[in-house]
T-cell receptor
Framework: QKEVEQDPGPLSVPEGAIVSLNCTYS??????FMWYRQYSRKGPELLMY????GNKEDGRFTAQVDKSSKYISLFIRDSQPSDSATYLC????????????FGRGTSLIVHP | GAVVSQHPSRVICKSGTSVKIECRSL??????MFWYRQFPKQSLMLMAT?????????EQGVEKDKFLINHASLTLSTLTVTSAHPEDSSFYIC?????????????FGSGTRLTVV
């Protein structure tokens, strides 16, 4: 079992839909949770950074962490074609350099 | 915000030659930088941790003599792919943290697409 599991998709939705992206993990030491967006042939861009359980909202994006279930989610409201990208979850434990462990990414396609 | 600049964005080289990729932190100092490799539709694979003024730490299975890392200053790390072969063709990405505390995510460069022909 991989430390971080993420469905690669692709996930195709119409413009304006609410998108739900998810990851599960097995390492209970993970405390820091991140979502990155990666456009084709580009480096990942940090979208959300959360600590421990709970919700965090930033504009159209909401990140949720449920440590008891080892499950994290990213919700995108009012999705736009420009949101089409690969979304990678990442998580790290405390201490050291907080080196993240990445999921394989979910490809999202928002069609007009 | 924190910016990591990576060059070149794309390079094509002949088999057997060496290629150098630069990674710079533009508005912060980074004592540690990280080099990743990414295959199509795959996740980021950490190759090595680059430490300013000391030797890099390589992940298991990564050939340190093939992937030479130099972190000569607090804002620059380089990855040199030596004697490149077609199987080294991949997307290479560097990253760094703009702070040492817990509240910082990693900032990534824009990546380098290496094609060995």
């Amino acid at each position: 079992q991989k430390e971080v599991e993420q469905d690669p998709g692709p996930l195709s939705v119409p413009e304006g839909a609410i998108v739900s992206l998810n990851c599960t993990y097995s390492n209970s030491a993970f405390q820091y949770f991140m979502w990155y967006r990666q456009y084709s042939r580009k480096g990942p861009e940090l979208l959300m950074y959360t600590y421990s359980s709970g919700n965090k909202e930033d504009g159209r994006f909401t990140a949720q962490v449920d440590k008891s279930s080892k499950y994290i989610s990213l919700f995108i409201r009012d999705s736009q074609p420009s949101d089409s990208a690969t979304y990678l979850c990442a998580m790290s434990a405390s201490g050291g350099s907080y080196i993240p462990t990445f999921g394989r990414g979910t490809s999202l396609i928002v069609h007009p | 915000g924190a910016v990591v600049s990576q060059h070149p964005s794309r390079v094509i080289c002949k088999s057997g030659t060496s290629v150098k990729i630069e990674c710079r932190s533009l508005d912060f100092q980074a004592t540690t930088m990280f080099w990743y490799r990414q295959f199509p539709k795959q996740s980021l694979m950490l190759m090595a941790t680059s430490n300013e003024g000391s030797k890099a730490t390589y992940e298991q299975g990564v050939e340190k003599d093939k992937f030479l890392i130099n972190h000569a200053s607090l804002t620059l790390s380089t990855l040199t792919v030596t004697s490149a072969h077609p199987e080294d063709s991949s997307f290479y990405i560097c990253s760094a943290r703009p702070g040492t505390g817990a509240g910082y995510g990693y900032t990534f460069g824009s990546g380098t697409r290496l094609t060995v022909v």
